[in-house]
């Protein structure tokens, strides 16, 4: 099969960053979907192992990257159950198999949803990823209480994660939705999204948050530079409080002064459930298809931003540049080989 490979941790402009290669299609394990890639979408956690700072290969060793894909599957392995051939999908995978920048991929199925039926690949393919982290952000670590009031404020609501953060919240609570965003294009981009206010993180956000909502909010999804935002969030949020991360802040964050308050502080990182085989990573596979019948109903629709073409060397070193630039909106697609 084809496959799109990198082998060395290089600049993405570097012509060599990413190589078409010629690989075996995988075999898959009993409890395996094979899947005929036909879209992938790109997230900062590509780049960042591209780049040697996530689990991956040494240098000199070739790996296939790509956490988020929509197919079809072509074969099932001896255990499987959930799905059989020809069955249209979409999934992020597990951060320590072989990757989605390929013509196949194997993934086990209870990481699996069935592809909304009212989106294309592409479409479908900018959601996995950001749709299980925000999912397992609000409801699986903050455990946002969906029938009582409120206020969330997401730091980075125009990113992928923000950017259906926003619709879950939106949809499926009663929280008044915060954002933050800096510039007019993403600002828009947030209301466009769901958020019922956007302000400007550029900005102290204490007081704007509580013009908004004078007792504070109740939940915190950090999801860009909270060691920049850390005294402000805290001062921004109510007594017994959750914030949740899912960026490594890029210096040391004074977690006692979470103590008066009794703000409590989650991590999420999406491959957790997939890297130990928790009894419950089959969720992934369950919100996953919830989602896909929020977007058949109209309530939740594509995050995808941009869209490349097709999956090749080139364009795949334009996306990680993108990506790597930190301003962009949604997700950054690609499509077919």
Same mark, same amino acid.
């Given at each position: 099969?084809? %496959? +799109? ?32 890639? =036909? %879209? +992938? ?34 074969? +099932?392995?001896?255990? !499987? ?15 320590? =198999? ?11 199925? =209870?990481?699996?949803?069935? @592809? ?7 479409e479908? !393919? ?15 670590? $903050? ?22 953060a ?11 939705v ?5 510039r ?22 204490? @007081?704007?948050?509580?013009?908004? %909502? ?30 949740a991360l899912?960026?490594?802040? %890029? =210096? ?8 008066p308050?009794? +703000? ?42 941009t ?19 930190? @301003?962009?909106?949604?997700?950054? $697609?690609?499509?077919?080989?």
């Open positions: 099969m084809k %496959a +799109i490979s990198f082998h060395k941790s290089l600049p993405a402009e570097d012509p060599q960053c990413f190589i078409e290669v010629s690989v075996d299609a995988p075999k898959p394990r009993p409890r395996d979907v094979l899947v005929e890639v =036909r %879209a +992938i979408s790109v997230n900062p956690v590509d780049a960042k192992i591209r780049g040697g700072k996530g689990p991956g290969k040494p240098d000199g060793q070739f790996q296939i990257l790509g956490w988020d894909a929509a197919g079809v599957v072509k074969e +099932i392995g001896s255990g !499987a159950t959930l799905f059989k051939p020809g069955d249209e999908v979409y999934y992020a995978g597990a951060v320590d =198999r072989p990757g989605s920048y390929a013509e196949f991929q194997c993934v086990d199925e =209870r990481l699996v949803g069935r @592809k909304p039926r009212t989106l294309g690949f592409a479908a !393919a900018a959601l996995p990823l950001t749709t299980i982290t925000a999912w397992e952000m609000l409801f699986d670590r $903050v455990r946002v209480d969906k029938s009582g009031p409120g206020a969330l404020l997401i730091l980075g609501g125009a990113g992928g994660v923000g950017s259906i926003t619709q879950l919240a939106r949809q499926l609570t009663r929280l008044t915060i954002a933050t965003a800096s007019p294009e993403t600002h828009q981009w947030c209301l466009r999204m769901g958020a019922h206010h956007v302000i400007d993180h550029r900005q102290p956000l204490a @007081k704007q948050v509580k013009a908004i %909502a004078p007792a504070g909010v109740n939940y915190v999804l950090a999801l860009t530079k909270v060691e920049d935002h850390f005294d402000q969030l805290i001062e921004a949020m109510t007594p017994q409080s959750a914030m899912i960026e490594n802040p %890029a =210096r040391p964050l004074d977690v006692v002064s979470l103590k308050k009794s +703000i409590s502080l989650h991590w999420e990182f999406m491959f957790t459930r997939s890297r130990y085989e928790t009894p419950d990573m089959g969720e992934q596979g369950r919100l996953l298809n919830e989602v896909a019948a929020l977007v058949d109903a109209g309530r939740i629709v594509s995050t995808m931003q869209n490349l073409g097709t999956i090749t060397a080139d364009n795949m070193r334009k996306a990680h540049a993108l990506i790597e630039s930190g @301003k962009t909106t949604g997700k950054i $697609v690609l499509a077919g080989f």
